[in-house]
């Protein structure tokens, strides 16, 4: 069974950057998109970015332009670069990886494989 594994979170203060990483157990990606939500206590899951097989990218208008997201084909990874962090970036993170290849979606139910989640707090 596949497993995404994600690291990276932790405790910041306002303005301050993390970087999340998700790591795929087995298969490659490469031909599937893989996309970043969060969820925040009392609140459904949102999209935060996306980046697909030919590594276009899409971003919620939330983090445009603070967040950065990125892929390692070769590591099976995908990365999200976080800087200028908000408290209202506080939130569970998730990775995920498309249900079906060369398809680029905002929506949770797009995807079929998720990490467990990496808590990220940002404090004001």
């Known amino acids: 069974q596949v497993q995404l594994v994600e690291s990276g979170g932790g405790l910041v203060q306002a303005g301050g950057s993390l970087r999340l990483s998700c790591a795929a157990s087995q298969r490659s990606f490469s031909t599937r998109a893989m996309g970043w939500f969060r969820q925040a206590p009392g609140k459904e899951r949102e999209f935060v970015a996306v980046i697909n097989w030919s590594t276009s990218f899409y971003y919620a208008d939330s983090v445009k332009g603070r967040f950065t997201i990125s892929r390692d084909n070769a590591r099976n990874t995908v990365y999200l670069q976080m800087s200028n962090l908000k408290p209202e970036d506080t939130a569970v993170y998730y990775c995920?990886?498309?249900?079906?290849?060369?398809?680029?979606?905002?929506?949770?139910?797009?995807?079929?494989?998720w990490g467990q989640g990496t808590q990220v707090t940002v404090s004001s």
């Open positions: 995920a990886v498309a249900k079906y290849a060369y398809e680029s979606r905002s929506y949770p139910d797009a995807y079929d494989t």
